[in-house]
């Protein structure tokens, strides 16, 4: 191993919460779809962050936006108005395309908490204090902070934080029989993602969530979407639910939204933004300079590079050459997803194995769990690094 990552790696063992199990590479450099480690050996990387480097690594307007004003002006915080945050928030309301309005934060798991704190308060705004349920689908991730954990619908990531937070019910995705019966008087809003991420690469399928807005719509519910995996042209559309022909009341945003430095956008239509006041949420970090400059930069660079379009086609590769190898070999029993967010099951619980090989043969890909892999390259990926993935997961699956 190469020193500088054996000393991280001992550091980290001594000095970090044991929260994560980290592989033993040190990743000191990027390029697109390409980081190199401390040896400068070249990986190609379908985990991009988990989602996050939509543009690929050091994109160079992003790389500039920063530089440009790291160097005039960092943190002012919100009480005070600064260059590019206004400019984003117009922007995200625009794409959005109803009458909206945004709160900026710093990560998905806060967007969320910011939708699930104007759930509430909407809820208590049109129907009283009782009105405070969310429904939320099994197997569903929302993040890690406790309204978004109590949300999430796994019950292994939440059983040593209980008593979470109240108000919660989960439902099986796409049966509509289960949300329409979970809706009761109590329900302020549904939240789902559009395509279940972390929880394996689950889509919704189209019926299901048109119907779920029709019955938001009939029952007088909020509909949130996280969007903040799907979002940002991940799975083709610039956000997934354009796909389905619906609009969410809420939607949230993070992961890619400044491809890589931390940021989280929770949109809501205006009127229901509306019901908040001034000191009801906020958030000292959010909205800085730096930040909303790389987001501007990154928002210009996804639609003139048209990698929405590079995200359906490739993708649409991915997902064929992966069921061609379920084909030849029989390792792979599905393969899910939409544009570049993919997910395929194995036969056998031996993801986190796979994962590890793949590593060695310099290829990042990561294990959902114990039989899952998911697949979320920067857009920027290429049909020819796609069959380079596929060829080394089938000499891992066949030498097992
Ligand atoms: C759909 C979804 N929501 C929320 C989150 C939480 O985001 P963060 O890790 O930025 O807090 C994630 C993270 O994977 C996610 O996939």
């Given at each position: 191993m190469h020193p500088a990552t054996q000393r991280a790696v001992d550091l980290d063992a001594r000095y970090?919460?044991?929260?994560y199990a980290r592989k033993p590479v040190l990743f000191e450099r990027g390029s697109g779809m390409r980081l190199y480690d401390a040896h400068g050996v070249e990986h190609l990387d379908f985990v991009a962050g988990i989602g996050v480097v939509n543009l690929g690594h050091a994109h160079p307007a992003v790389a500039r936006a920063v530089q440009d004003q790291v160097s005039r002006l960092v943190q002012v915080s919100n009480l005070y108005h600064v260059e590019h945050r206004a400019e984003l928030e117009e922007r995200l309301c625009t794409l959005f395309g109803e009458p909206s309005r945004v709160f900026l934060c710093n990560s998905g798991t806060e967007a969320v908490e910011a939708a699930i704190k104007l759930a509430r308060a909407w809820g208590r705004h049109t129907r009283?204090?009782?009105c405070y349920r969310i429904v939320a689908a099994e197997r569903s991730f929302h993040g890690r902070t406790f309204g978004a954990l109590s949300a999430t619908g796994q019950a292994g990531k939440q059983q040593k934080f209980a008593p979470l937070l109240p108000g919660f019910t989960h439902v099986p995705l796409n049966d509509l029989d289960a949300l329409a019966d979970a809706l009761a008087d109590d329900v302020c809003a549904v939240l789902l993602e559009p395509v279940q991420g972390e929880g394996g690469v689950y889509p919704c399928e189209p019926e299901y969530l048109r119907a779920v807005r029709t019955l938001c719509d009939e029952r007088e519910v909020l509909l949130v979407l996280d969007?903040?995996?799907?979002?940002?042209?991940?799975?083709?559309?610039?956000?997934?639910?354009r796909a389905y022909g619906i609009t969410p009341d809420v939607m949230t945003l993070a992961k890619a939204l400044a491809n890589g430095l931390p940021a989280g956008a929770a949109v809501a239509r205006a009127e229901v933004a509306e019901v908040l006041s001034p000191g009801d949420h906020g958030s000292t970090?959010?909205?800085g300079p730096v930040v909303c400059a790389a987001a501007l930069a990154t928002l210009d660079a996804l639609d003139r590079e048209r990698l929405g379009d590079n995200a359906e086609r490739v993708g649409a590769h991915l997902r064929f050459r992966l069921m061609e190898l379920a084909d030849r070999?029989?390792?792979?029993t599905d393969v899910r997803g939409r544009g570049l967010m993919v997910g395929a099951s194995l036969a056998r619980p031996i993801a986190r194995e796979v994962a590890d090989a793949a590593l060695k043969h310099r290829v990042l890909v990561n294990a959902t769990g114990e039989d899952t892999l998911r697949f979320l390259p920067p857009l920027v990926c290429t049909e020819s690094e796609v069959d380079t993935l596929v060829s080394v997961l089938e000499d891992i699956l066949r030498g097992r």
């Open positions: 970090a919460w044991p929260t009283g204090d009782g969007e903040v995996q799907t979002g940002l042209y991940r799975t083709g559309p610039l956000f997934a639910h970090f959010a909205g070999t029989g390792a792979v």
